[in-house]
């Protein structure tokens, strides 16, 4: 048997991997000099057990379970984020802290409620609580990934709809990974997005994250007291269904335009947190592109597609491949 895995990055390389090891001849193509260079190395690097997703129980559950299996396959490229503190504000949350309380401990989620001295330093918050999370090492999973299938993978090897037919003939069955970029095969859009690095002047700064709806986060990074930035509202720059209007405006991005976004950021994190422009200062910015289903709930859940021998894979959690692998475990038997 021959599998043709489209799109270097976690989840085509975990699947590449684990059939290299049942010895099945598999081929890796990525369109980029590297791995991990499109989503999936650009993200909050968070694993986490579905906190975010209050309002959609698929997404979260699929988070929990593969919170821990990521941890079984990577633990080692994973770091503890030691106060991991998530806040539902009293203002502009969806949710009361309460009900969001009462989802999490109905479902034995573990986490420890705070005292209010534990966020005396935020302003208009109606509650938060602790939960364990870890932050990923994306460096390093690329470098191993890069060593285990050196002798699969075939770099800057984009493939266009218009050429699946002919690859279609040559391998038994194909893996599109591309979240979108190669098929499209149901309701979707794409969303450019903007995350900036900020530095902390404080170690061990602890990760926030206010929950749930149109708010923010600041998340660490494997790098030491460098952290993400993160707005529902001005994270996203351009949604469109049409990927070329999005590489189009991706293409016009200035820095002056992306100062202005970091600006309103943190406008709205100074809401909560006065004391913002004191602790960090602006380090870069990260560009990307998500594919993400459309729904008022925020699914994020894993979804698969297949279409003759070709099977199309969606996720917007880096941590639920392991649906994917068992989907394609079971099809190949």
Not at 24 to 39: C, P, T
Not at 107 to 134: A, C, M, P, T
Request: proline fraction near 3%.
């Amino acid at each position: 048997m021959k599998v043709l895995v489209i799109g270097g990055g976690m989840y085509g390389c975990h699947i590449a991997l684990s059939l290299k090891n049942k010895y099945i001849e598999v081929d890796l193509f990525e369109k980029n000099k590297e791995l991990f260079l499109e989503s999936s190395g650009k993200n909050q690097y968070r694993l986490h057990q579905g906190f975010h997703y209050a309002r959609n129980y698929i997404t979260r559950n699929q988070s929990k379970k593969g919170f821990d299996i990521f941890l079984n396959f990577y633990e080692e490229f994973t770091k503890r984020v030691s106060k991991n503190y998530y806040f539902v504000p009293k203002e502009n949350s969806l949710i009361d802290f309460g009900t969001y309380i009462s989802i999490f401990s109905n479902e034995k989620y573990d986490f420890e409620v705070l005292s209010k001295e534990n966020f005396s330093f935020l302003n208009e918050i109606e509650g938060g609580f602790l939960v364990d999370e870890r932050v990923i090492d994306v460096d390093g999973l690329r470098e191993m990934f890069s060593e285990e299938l050196r002798d699969v993978i075939k770099y800057e090897s984009e493939v266009s709809p218009s050429e699946l037919g002919v690859l279609k003939s040559k391998y038994d069955y194909i893996i599109d990974c591309t979240w979108g970029r190669l098929l499209k095969p149901f309701e979707c859009k794409y969303e450019l997005t903007h995350l900036c690095y900020v530095k902390t002047k404080t170690k061990n700064h602890p990760a926030i994250t206010l929950v749930d709806g149109p708010l923010w986060s600041l998340y660490p990074t494997s790098k030491d007291n460098i952290y993400t930035l993160s707005s529902v509202v001005n994270t996203p720059l351009f949604k469109d269904e049409d990927l070329d209007e999005i590489l189009n405006y991706k293409s016009k991005l200035t820095e002056d335009y992306l100062l202005s976004n970091y600006d309103k950021m943190v406008v709205e994190v100074e809401k909560n947190y006065k004391k913002y422009r004191n602790e960090f200062s602006l380090e870069g910015h990260q560009i990307s592109i998500k594919t993400k289903p459309i729904g008022n709930s925020d699914p994020r859940d894993c979804r698969i597609f297949k279409n003759d021998n070709v099977i199309s894979i969606f996720s917007g959690k880096i941590d639920t491949f392991y649906i994917a692998e068992d989907y394609i475990n079971k099809l190949l038997k």
